[in-house]
């Protein structure tokens, strides 16, 4: 990939602040940090009317109308994502390009199952190997993957499951 001019969008959600790093291509990573603090430095605040690239307004636009009804962004374009691990035709890569197109607002499916529409029906643990390297977490809905025995599973390497829980339940109740 070439060399990027980066530029980071923070946005206030329910969940915790959201660091969006993106360049004019697309959007890199999205970190959902959840200390209450200000802007880390440098960053730019989505409510300051500087001027930011498209693909991160397209990403502020789609991020705030999922936190206020999350079956709205059907009808939203989904911003470009622009990370090497996106490139090519990794198993990470096809794995999380499935559960985008796939799984829909207020759906959940088990590794195995996500495993299985990727086209590697023994490959569960593979599928959560990509979960944990989902570099833009919401835009690509790894919350949506679920224990084969009914439980969430962990998110953010386990320092997120209120997260994973909330935005399910945020999902469950926009479907209602």
Request: hydrophobic residues 35%; contains cysteine.
């Amino acid at each position: 990939m070439q060399h990027c001019c980066v530029q980071t969008v923070s946005l206030k959600s329910p969940v915790g602040n959201l660091h969006i790093s993106g360049c004019q291509e697309g959007i890199h990573t999205i970190q959902i940090k959840t200390d209450s603090g200000d802007c880390e430095c440098g960053c730019v605040c989505a409510d300051e009317h500087q001027e930011l690239f498209a693909e991160s307004v397209k990403c502020v636009s789609w991020l705030r109308a999922y936190f206020t009804d999350p079956s709205s962004t059907h009808t939203l374009p989904t911003p470009a994502i622009h990370h090497p691990i996106l490139q090519g035709g990794s198993w990470t890569a096809g794995v999380l390009r499935v559960l985008q197109k796939s799984v829909c607002v207020g759906e959940c499916v088990t590794y195995t199952q996500l495993a299985s529409l990727a086209g590697r029906p023994r490959a569960a643990r593979a599928a959560g190997g990509a979960m944990r390297r989902n570099p833009v977490p919401l835009l690509i809905p790894c919350h949506r993957v679920c224990l084969s025995g009914g439980g969430a599973g962990h998110y953010m390497g386990g320092h997120g499951d209120q997260i994973k829980l909330w935005l399910l339940e945020h999902e469950r109740k926009a479907k209602h």
